[in-house]
């Protein structure tokens, strides 16, 4: 152990921030139709690397592919999270809730009832809230609640946080990683949108970019003492 009671071996915990900073960029530009920067992370096996990191068993074969078809790829992210049909999946929490906000209406076509399928509902509410407090504004996703957006937020605060942190501000790291925490305690939805993609996602490099996605998030959840539920 070092004097600081931290191991060598481990990494500094400005170091963590910079790793969570990159790979939620990436997933941030993936889940926002940016299919050259997956492309490149197919390519390269990033995400193949960060799967095997992770403290889970996660089958990531399908996003092990040094040979990518770009347009093949394009046309299945338009078909799950564009263009509505049989096989879409809205990228937005509020479609995902389990009942209607307290006071919602909307002619939605993914809203039947007191079921999910709101758009711009509680979810959208609570992360805007969250960009403002932070003087933030997404530039990935069409909706506050977007799981591009809540990405690129995670991004941009693990990023500020390992800057604050190389220059010894450890309240101002503080203050970032709550923001990180309140984050990651509104993607509990992420559950519900791996199944559903899982379910019409027949490639499968969809399903499992999810399922990495979930399962960094609920980590990176459990280090800061985040709620998902």
């Known amino acids: 152990m070092s004097a600081t009671g931290r191991n060598s071996a481990e990494p500094a915990d400005g170091d963590v921030a910079r790793a969570r900073s990159d790979l939620?960029?990436?997933?941030?530009a993936a889940f926002d139709g940016d299919i050259d920067v997956l492309a490149a992370a197919l390519r390269d096996g990033s995400l193949v690397d960060v799967a095997a990191a992770l403290?889970?068993?996660?089958?990531?074969?399908?996003?092990?592919?040094?040979?990518?078809?770009?347009?093949?790829?394009?046309?299945?992210?338009?078909?799950?999270?564009?263009?509505?049909?049989?096989?879409?999946?809205?990228?937005?929490?509020?479609?995902?809730?389990?009942?209607?906000?307290?006071?919602?209406?909307?002619?939605?076509?993914?809203?039947?009832?007191n079921e999910a399928g709101e758009l711009l509902g509680d979810p959208a509410a609570r992360m805007s809230a969250l960009y403002e407090r932070a003087g933030f504004r997404p530039e990935h996703g069409d909706f506050p609640d977007h799981v591009a957006a809540q990405f690129e937020f995670l991004a941009a605060t693990a990023a500020e946080e390992a800057r604050r942190a190389a220059r010894g501000d450890e309240e101002g790291a503080a203050t970032l990683r709550d923001l990180q925490r309140e984050t990651l305690s509104q993607l509990g939805w992420l559950d519900a949108f791996h199944e559903a993609v899982e379910d019409v996602d027949d490639e499968g490099v969809f399903a499992a970019l999810v399922a990495l996605a979930r399962t960094a998030a609920a980590w990176h959840a459990r280090d800061v003492g985040a709620s998902t539920r």
């Open 24 to 28: 939620y960029g990436l997933l941030a």
């Open 55 to 113: 403290p889970v068993d996660l089958d990531a074969s399908a996003l092990d592919c040094e040979d990518v078809d770009e347009e093949a790829l394009s046309i299945a992210y338009d078909n799950r999270f564009v263009v509505p049909g049989s096989r879409y999946v809205p990228p937005f929490a509020s479609a995902h809730r389990g009942a209607p906000s307290a006071s919602f209406e909307s002619d939605s076509r993914f809203r039947d009832g």
